[in-house]
Every structure is written in C-alpha cells, then in structure tokens.
C-alpha cells in the first residue's frame, strides 16, 4: 500500500509507472473527465467501451481483445462511476478479472465511492477476489472526510508498488502527514463511521427529490437513479445540443457538466447532475429551471 495525496495522484503515478505513448488502455465510456485528459496527455492509445447500466460492457472488451487488442491496463470506477452513477455487477466484476488474467492486462480499480453506498447489496472489491495479482485499487478520503483532506492510497503487488513508491519519493520525498494525521484521528475516533452514516442518509434523500423532479419537469429525459455516490448521468433526446442546454442553463443560474466532457466522442445529447451539491429544497426548483432551458434551446415550451 502507498498513501498518496488523494486518488488523482495514486492514478498519475500509477499511469507514469504503467503507460508509455502508444500504450493501449482501456476506459469505460463515459468516464471521468481528468482520466481521459491525463491518459491523452502521456500519449497513451484510449479505448473506450460502452457502459452499462450494470458496469462496462464485457462482452464488447472480449470482443476487442479477441480482435488482437492487447492494453496494458483497464481503468474502471466500479462503485457509482463518475459521471454516470453506475455499479459494476458481481458477475461482470469475476467477468473482468476472466479477461485480465487471459489477456495479462492490469485492471485498475479506481473505488473514491465505495463507502457511500444507501441502497442496494454491497459488493466485493475486485481486488479482494483477484487471485492473479492483476488488480490495482485505489480510494480516498475526500469523499468521506471532506474534499479539501487530500488522502489516498494505492493497494496493488508488492513489486509494483515498491516501483511507485521510488517514484514518489523522488517526486516529493512524502505526502502530506499532517492531513494523514487529521484523517486517523477522524477513523480511530469513530468520526468517519457517523459521517458517513450521515452522508449516505443525505444522498439518499437528494437521489428520491432529483428523480422525482426529473420525471415531472423533464419526463423525456432517462436516467437511472444511482444506489450511492455523488452523480447522475441523464441522457436527452437525439439532436438535442447540449452546449447550448449549458449556457441556456448557466442564464438561469443552474450548473451542469456536459456529457461531452466525459467522453472521446459524441454525448451531445447528455448531462452528469451532481446533487452532492445542492439540498433538497434546491433540486426541485434547479430542474425546473433546467427543463426551462431544454426546451428554451429546442424551441419548445416548457410542460405546465
């Protein structure tokens, strides 16, 4: 295990370690924004594959692999993915780790979300069940402490990660101890337990009021409501121009990211909602406004 200063660095040092230019890696489609631009920026060759509802679409990975795709590593975000709120099912997760062992790729399982889960069954990690040593799993405790505490860690073969760990000593001798030290005392008090308690009961709540706002204000658009985590993937209908549905709203004070951000290519006809940030009083009015500016762009009035 290394500690590192919260997951995005555990992910840019596994990737210096792991991806030269021209390396194929595999993403899911969508996924998160800063994934994509720091695997572009180190040259490497990204392929995405569709997600699901219940995670990354297996069978069209095997089918690429079967085609003589050969990538160094596959980056997942099982748990209620960013952007679009997705879990990763059971049989796809003894699925992946199938394929990773048959094609000897390295499956990182990028997990920041793990512990917010308000409904649904928890499921194993892939590392707890790989047997391979093909797993590397990173988290973070700025999803359960606060943002700002910038503390992660990286789990993966002993080997691999003694590899890392020089590579992050020569890049900043250590993390910062001070936001190690505020997070063990949050975990040995029993802090972090009740905080979570807290945050999942509030997620929840947000969850049931943006769904419900949804299909009353906006009831063309589809989206599955998310068993935890922070996001929302909502899809409009086709032509509809999502750069303009994010000014139109941005005019009505409402902040969306656009769906185009997350992907390599299409995706103008959809959006990430993030209620982590907003109470429940403030979701129902900031749909409405949202669905004022969908149909402002179509040219359409908005439903009664």
Same mark, same amino acid.
């Given at each position: 295990?290394?500690?590192?200063?919260?997951?995005?660095?555990?992910?840019?040092?596994?990737?210096?370690? #792991?991806?030269? $230019?021209? %390396?194929? /890696? !595999?993403? +899911?489609?969508?996924? @998160?924004?800063?994934?994509?631009? =720091?695997?572009?920026?180190?040259?490497?060759?990204?392929?995405?594959?569709?997600?699901?509802?219940?995670?990354?679409?297996?069978?069209?990975?095997?089918?690429?692999?079967?085609?003589?795709?050969?990538?160094?590593?596959?980056?997942?975000?099982?748990?209620?993915?960013?952007?679009?709120?997705?879990?990763?099912?059971?049989?796809?997760?003894?699925?992946?780790?199938? #394929?990773?062992? $048959?094609? %000897?790729? /390295? !499956?990182? +399982?990028?997990?920041? @979300?793990?512990?917010?889960?308000? =409904?649904?069954?928890?499921?194993?990690?892939?590392?707890?069940?790989?047997?391979?040593?093909?797993?590397?799993?990173?988290?973070?405790?700025?999803?359960?402490?606060?943002?700002?505490?910038?503390?992660?860690?990286?789990?993966?073969?002993?080997?691999?990660?003694?590899?890392?760990?020089?590579?992050?000593?020569?890049?900043?001798?250590?993390?910062?101890?001070?936001?190690?030290?505020?997070?063990?005392?949050?975990?040995?008090?029993?802090?972090?337990?009740?905080?979570?308690?807290?945050?999942?009961?509030?997620?929840?709540?947000?969850?049931?009021?943006?769904?419900?706002?949804?299909?009353?204000?906006?009831?063309?658009?589809?989206?599955?409501?998310?068993?935890?985590?922070?996001?929302?993937?909502?899809?409009?209908?086709?032509?509809?121009?999502?750069?303009?549905?994010?000014?139109?709203?941005?005019?009505?004070?409402?902040?969306?990211?656009?769906?185009?951000?997350?992907?390599?290519?299409?995706?103008?006809?959809?959006?990430?909602?993030?209620?982590?940030?907003?109470?429940?009083?403030?979701?129902?009015?900031?749909?409405?406004?949202?669905?004022?500016?969908?149909?402002?762009?179509?040219?359409?009035?908005?439903?009664?």
């Amino acid at each position: 295990m290394l500690v590192t200063n919260g997951s995005m660095q555990a992910d840019a040092f596994l990737f210096d370690q #792991l991806v030269a $230019d021209g %390396d194929a /890696v !595999i993403v +899911e489609r969508p996924t @998160y924004d800063r994934t994509l631009l =720091s695997l572009r920026g180190r040259g490497a060759d990204v392929r995405a594959v569709e997600l699901e509802p219940d995670g990354i679409d297996v069978s069209g990975l095997a089918n690429l692999l079967a085609d003589g795709l050969s990538p160094k590593l596959a980056h997942i975000i099982p748990n209620f993915q960013n952007p679009a709120g997705y879990t990763l099912s059971r049989d796809k997760r003894d699925a992946l780790l199938d #394929l990773a062992r $048959d094609h %000897d790729f /390295v !499956i990182f +399982e990028d997990d920041p @979300y793990v512990a917010l889960r308000f =409904s649904g069954e928890t499921l194993p990690t892939m590392l707890s069940l790989d047997r391979d040593e093909k797993v590397v799993y990173a988290s973070s405790f700025s999803k359960t402490v606060c943002p700002g505490i910038r503390v992660g860690y990286l789990v993966g073969p002993a080997e691999l990660i003694a590899a890392i760990a020089k590579r992050a000593t020569n890049t900043y001798i250590s993390p910062n101890m001070v936001a190690q030290s505020i997070v063990h005392e949050f975990c040995v008090s029993g802090a972090i337990e009740r905080s979570i308690e807290t945050v999942k009961a509030a997620l929840a709540e947000r969850v049931e009021a943006l769904s419900d706002a949804l299909t009353r204000h906006l009831p063309e658009a589809r989206f599955t409501p998310p068993q935890g985590g922070y996001f929302m993937w909502v899809t409009l209908p086709e032509g509809s121009d999502v750069d303009a549905i994010f000014s139109a709203a941005q005019d009505r004070g409402v902040a969306i990211v656009k769906g185009t951000d997350f992907l390599l290519e299409g995706g103008r006809n959809t959006l990430r909602l993030a209620y982590s940030g907003v109470t429940v009083d403030q979701i129902d009015e900031g749909v409405r406004r949202l669905a004022d500016a969908v149909h402002a762009v179509a040219g359409e009035p908005a439903p009664a």
